[in-house]
T-cell receptor
Framework: DADVTQTPRNRITKTGKRIMLECSQT?????MYWYRQDPGLGLRLIYY???????NKGEISDGYSVSRQAQAKFSLSLESAIPNQTALYFC???????????FGSGTRLTVV | AQSVTQPDIHITVSEGASLELRCNYS??????LFWYVQSPGQGLQLLLK??????LVQGIKGFEAEFKRSQSSFNLRKPSVHWSDAAEYFC????????????FGGGTRLMVKP
């Protein structure tokens, strides 16, 4: 099994729908991140969590929310999806005080 | 705040040719620098990193990168490219005072001609 698992791998949804992307990890890392990738823009940070009780906004958090259900689980929600949220979404983890990021394989989301 | 620029969006090289991917960063102090590779349908894999010390850093898959403070650059190189190196490459910078946070460049897509 992968160290960082994202579900679903692909999703097509309609404008206005609520959707949740899930991430689980077996690395035992405290820190978890959600990034979105757009062509030419690289990866941009949406939200991050340093532990279960610590949630922080990243540079592009508008339109998104997150939940850290446990050390190993970090979910990203789009409350009302819009087409410009079509992107590739990555979850990542890292241990405290270390830049050893581990990335999931990504979720490709299309909003129509 | 830190930032990263990868000036080349696409690069095409012939198999066996040398490769250099450019990365320029902006940060007020000594940065932590990284190169990641993303193969199609995969997450990002760390190629190499620079924290301090020797400015020429060796990584996996035969890649190396050189930190040049005077040019604010951290270019990735490989002497002889293989077809399997075709992928997207991301440079990233981490800041000492930003709690493990990475800022990524826009990426360079590498295509390899037979």
């Amino acid at each position: 099994d992968a160290d960082v698992t994202q579900t679903p791998r692909n999703r097509i949804t309609k404008t206005g729908k609520r959707i949740m992307l899930e991430c689980s990890q077996t690395k035992g890392h405290d820190r978890m991140y959600w990034y979105r990738q757009d062509p030419g823009l690289g990866l941009r940070l949406i939200y991050y969590s340093f532990d279960v009780k610590d949630i922080n906004k990243g540079e592009i958090s508008d339109g998104y929310s997150v939940s850290r259900q446990a050390q190993a689980k970090f979910s990203l929600s789009l409350e009302s999806a819009i087409p410009n949220q079509t992107a590739l979404y990555f979850c990542a983890t890292s241990p405290q005080g270390n830049y050893g990021y581990t990335f999931g394989s990504g979720t490709r989301l299309t909003v129509v | 705040a830190q930032s990263v620029t990868q000036p080349d969006i696409h690069i095409t090289v012939s198999e066996g040719a040398s490769l250099e991917l450019r990365c320029n960063y902006s940060y007020g102090a000594t940065p932590y620098l990284f190169w990641y590779v993303q193969s199609p349908g995969q997450g990002l894999q760390l190629l190499l990193k620079y924290f301090s010390g020797d400015t020429l850093v060796q990584g996996i898959k035969g890649f190396e990168a050189e930190f040049k403070r005077s040019q604010s650059s951290f270019n990735l190189r490989k002497p002889s490219v293989h077809w399997s190196d075709a992928a997207e490459y991301f440079c990233a910078v981490g800041a000492y005072n930003a709690g493990n946070m990475l800022t990524f460049g826009g990426g360079t897509r590498l295509m390899v001609k037979p």
